[in-house]
């Protein structure tokens, strides 16, 4: 077993926002599908994008890389069809692999298997299981977990799809359906959750000459016989990453952000406006995004539309004075663990006072935390989330697992060591 040990440290200094995951998923794939070369700027090899970059290898794309400082340009040859050459794709632990892979997989009508690791291998598919047995798209699975089979071809037409479960069923066909003959469209049966994440698909699509009309998210209108075109992209700044800093500079001390875009898509640019509501101190100067010291306080947040932000929310919250409640969280259940379950149980252990309900959480917020041995529930962003808690802590934090921060962000403690954090490996 794998374990840092973090002695407490106020944290301070600048930081380089790593690219966004989310962004880096839905370019590699868009220059994949187009014809011609693409050149995608700012990627990190984190394990879910290398995931990606291996699966989008196996429909005939080719690929090159150019180092540049921590990240990498990726070139990206895109053939403009599917040319299926490996049969079996392993989607490691990424759930966005997945399920954007698969719609792609049933465009020609061959076998093609999805295999994972981890939580990944139960993490519910249903909704595109639905989905194939109205389209009459064979799929076989073992008792409803991976490897999962599926041979297409997929049809244009309508697609009724569940909003509230992930969003990403309905990227995965807002990849494909516009390359079909004929027209399609979405129907969302439910109120769409993490909006913002659709945004960012269809802002993406348009980069690479996908147009499709969004009907106030209840409905995707899409003409068909669509074809991509090849671009040159650079993705932003992860603000699910900043968050774990700027949480950072409220509990520490000054905390500058660099490379985000401040009129950014991405539904948890919102950890901006939540600090703040928890009268946490940050400013905005040039491209950068600085929090300080603050006294920050409870309240009630609601995380329907950032779901990934709950982990440090609850950190911030324990240090918090009064009381915060996370409602509208009963998704993270189904996340790389039951995140809901691990946070709580988590910096309990150090401490804190965080109590568990079906679909949220209640944290009684403490001045300090005591320190201790936790676990990451081999997941990235409980182990960040626990790596921060540790600021304000009176005994060094041992976070047990850690190493799975590589699914999103392996240089995280790195820069937690920047920013003056002291680590013992």
Known sequence: MNSIKIIPRKLKGVVDIPPSKSISHRAIICAGLSEGKSIIENIIFSDDISATIEGIKSFGVDLEFKKAKETYDVLVNGKGKVNLINDIIDCRESG???????PIALMQN???TFV????????PLDVYYKLFKQKGIEFRNENGRLPLKVKGPIMSGTYEVEGNISSQFITGLLFVLPLLDGDSKIIITTNLESKGYVD???????SFGIEIV???YRQFLIKGNQRYKATHFKVEGDYSQAAFWLTAGVLGEEVVCRNLNL??????RVIIDIIKAMGGNIT???QSLISNTSNSKGIVVDVSQCPDLTPIITVLAALSNGTTRI???RRLRIKESDRLKAIATELNKLGAEVLEFEDGLVINGKEMLDGGIVDSWNDHRIAMALAIASIRCKKPVIIQNYDCVKKSYPNFFEHFKELGGEVYE
Do not use: M, P, W, Y
């Open 327 to 329: 409602v509208n969280a």
């Open 110 to 112: 061959k076998e093609v």
């Open 214 to 216: 969004n009907d106030n």
């Open 116 to 123: 994972g690791r981890g939580k990944l291998c139960e993490r």
């Open 96 to 102: 966005s692999t997945l399920r954007f892979l698969i």
């Open 284 to 286: 905005i100067e040039g």
């Open 200 to 206: 960012l698909t269809l802002d993406v699509l348009k």
């Open 263 to 268: 009129n950014s898509l991405q539904g948890d």
